[in-house]
């Protein structure tokens, strides 16, 4: 059985860093991934990101270990070699940041955000857990309403503090946080209003009045 190479991307992500990170490609998705494709990598601090890759090659990073892809979200590419190149030559004229760039290059639709959600671990023992008033208050509304991300929850709560409290249920074991992807493009939509058939000739209308 034939070994398959290692292969790395470099990945733009929409940070303000001067370049771009290395991440490794799955064994299995080495015929899949191409440059101009976007995909989810998690950093250090487990935050998920949407990239773009601006190049495939088969050398290691130094000085870290590169983490896996996570996911590819394109079966083509979506930003084309004669973009990437463009990015570039913006990046170093105007002394930017090749994420800043492709931040604002990008069209709302092929933008990813990471959203945290928090919810109640399955079968969490919130009887026998020592658990105050604020940690109780914040477990009934994710009993009402199951998994929320963490701006909505702050909204319902309505108190300073709130990431301590989770925090301090987490170590617990009570609830879990995890990481999603959303979009933040929504089309904008108008509302009309039309005659019924009761209504879409003059003589039925002269009859309705």
Avoid at 42 to 63: E, M, W
Avoid at 146 to 152: A, L
Wanted: hydrophobic share 45%; with cysteine.
């Amino acid at each position: 059985m034939a070994v398959r190479e290692t292969l790395f991307a470099e990945v733009i992500l929409p940070l303000g860093i001067s370049g771009t990170l290395t991440f490794r490609v799955p064994a299995a998705w080495n015929d899949l991934v191409v440059t101009g494709q976007r995909v989810v990598v998690r950093l250090r601090d487990r935050k998920l990101f949407t990239g773009i890759v601006a190049r495939l090659h088969n050398q290691a990073p130094s000085g870290y270990e590169a983490k896996y892809i996570e996911d590819l979200l394109d079966e083509h590419p979506v930003v084309l070699p004669v973009h990437l190149e463009f990015w570039d030559w913006m990046a170093s004229y105007y002394c930017a940041g090749i994420g800043e760039v492709m931040t604002a290059a990008l069209p709302p639709a092929l933008k990813l955000t990471s959203e945290t959600k928090v919810a109640i671990e399955e079968g969490a023992d919130l009887l026998g857990a020592e658990i105050g008033d604020r940690e109780r208050m914040l477990l009934e509304v994710l009993a009402s309403k199951g998994s929320m991300s963490i701006g909505d929850l702050q909204k319902v709560m309505g108190y300073t503090g709130l990431q301590r409290t989770l925090n301090a249920l987490v170590k617990k074991g009570v609830v879990y946080t995890a990481e999603t992807l959303r979009e933040r493009f929504k089309p904008k939509t108008a509302d009309f209003v039309t005659l019924g058939s009761c209504a879409d000739s003059q003589e039925k209308l002269q009859a309705v009045f």
